[in-house]
């Protein structure tokens, strides 16, 4: 089992920027992959960025190529989401999940490749 904590969520202006965290605890040993999504109410949850476990790859949705950056911090078994120059229709809850249960790496691992999912972190970027 992994178990995920995100933070970092909050209420800022268009432009700005903000560093969401994601906390992994337990067995993240045979992790493959990380993800960050996203869903507004009303909407199906969208892939937002995705990174091996390993480091070395990272793949992007369009609408945020460029402006986000994922990431991992070993030491922290954390990853980590940098979202800079926010839009408002960047407001949504955001989720972090990781591959771990024998799947492997590629770019486009679909939702139902995660195998643990946190629990969620409201973003919101005022116009």
């Known amino acids: 089992q992994v178990q995920l904590e995100e933070s970092g969520g909050g209420l800022v202006q268009a432009g700005e920027s903000l560093r969401l965290s994601c906390a992994a605890s337990g067995r993240t040993g045979s992790s493959t992959a990380m993800g960050w999504f996203r869903q507004i109410p009303g909407k199906e949850r969208e892939f937002v960025a995705a990174g091996r476990w390993s480091g070395g790859a990272t793949y992007y949705a369009d609408s945020v190529k460029g402006r986000f950056t994922i990431s991992r911090d070993n030491a922290k078994n954390s990853v980590y989401l940098q979202m800079n120059s926010l839009k408002p229709e960047d407001t949504a809850v955001y989720y972090c999940?990781?591959?771990?249960?024998?799947?492997?790496?590629?770019?486009?691992?679909?939702?139902?490749?995660?195998?643990?999912w946190g629990q969620g972190t409201q973003v919101t970027v005022s116009s």
């Open positions: 999940a990781v591959r771990a249960d024998g799947g492997s790496w590629y770019p486009r691992i679909p939702q139902s490749g995660y195998d643990y």
